[in-house]
């Protein structure tokens, strides 16, 4: 990893618009070839927010190794990370506004971070930002 690529994390308190952020995905259909399907970004619970890593900090094979454990852990198969920049998340597309991407530290990930959405938004609203993330510049899969 470079020291630019470094320096630009700044912080692990902050996510900067340069990084890439990343999904873990269990399922084969939640992509399709080099994109993610908009399932792979739907949460079960709105208020949870999104789970995701920060994929800047660290080699790509962490996050692979960190996946693997996950769905060994929940009895299912790792197939790669689907991947955002930041900045995609912020921006308001489409009248979509997410309200931030910010870090949320584990012991077990110290990549961690969530996506949130507004307080008062439905399923529906949901499907949107999902719809968003998947689509144009800058997203795409990474296979395990």
């Given at each position: 990893?470079?020291?630019?690529?470094?320096?630009r994390?700044?912080?692990?308190?902050?996510?900067?618009?340069?990084?890439?952020?990343?999904?873990?995905?269990?399922?084969?259909?939640?992509v399709?070839?080099?994109k993610?399907?908009?399932?792979?970004?739907?949460?079960?619970?709105?208020?949870?927010?999104?789970?995701?890593?920060?994929?800047?900090?660290?080699?790509?094979?962490?996050?692979?190794n960190?996946g693997?454990l996950h769905?060994?852990?929940?009895?299912?198969?790792?197939?790669?990370m689907?991947t955002?920049?930041?900045?995609?998340?912020?921006r308001?597309?489409?009248?979509?506004?997410?309200?931030?991407?910010?870090?949320?530290?584990?012991?077990e990930?110290?990549?961690?971070?969530?996506?949130?959405?507004?307080?008062?938004?439905?399923?529906?609203?949901?499907?949107?930002?999902?719809?968003?993330l998947?689509?144009?510049?800058?997203?795409?899969?990474?296979?395990?």
């Amino acid at each position: 990893m470079s020291f630019n690529r470094i320096r630009r994390l700044k912080s692990f308190l902050t996510i900067c618009d340069e990084e890439m952020i990343g999904r873990e995905i269990f399922s084969s259909r939640q992509v399709k070839p080099g994109k993610p399907r908009i399932n792979a970004y739907l949460s079960r619970s709105l208020e949870d927010g999104i789970s995701v890593s920060r994929l800047e900090g660290a080699p790509v094979y962490l996050f692979h190794n960190l996946g693997r454990l996950h769905g060994k852990n929940r009895n299912q198969k790792y197939y790669g990370m689907a991947t955002v920049p930041a900045k995609k998340i912020r921006r308001k597309a489409n009248n979509v506004k997410y309200k931030e991407v910010r870090p949320d530290i584990t012991l077990e990930n110290p990549f961690h971070a969530n996506i949130w959405l507004p307080a008062d938004v439905d399923k529906d609203y949901a499907i949107l930002c999902a719809h968003n993330l998947c689509d144009g510049e800058g997203t795409g899969f990474i296979e395990n």
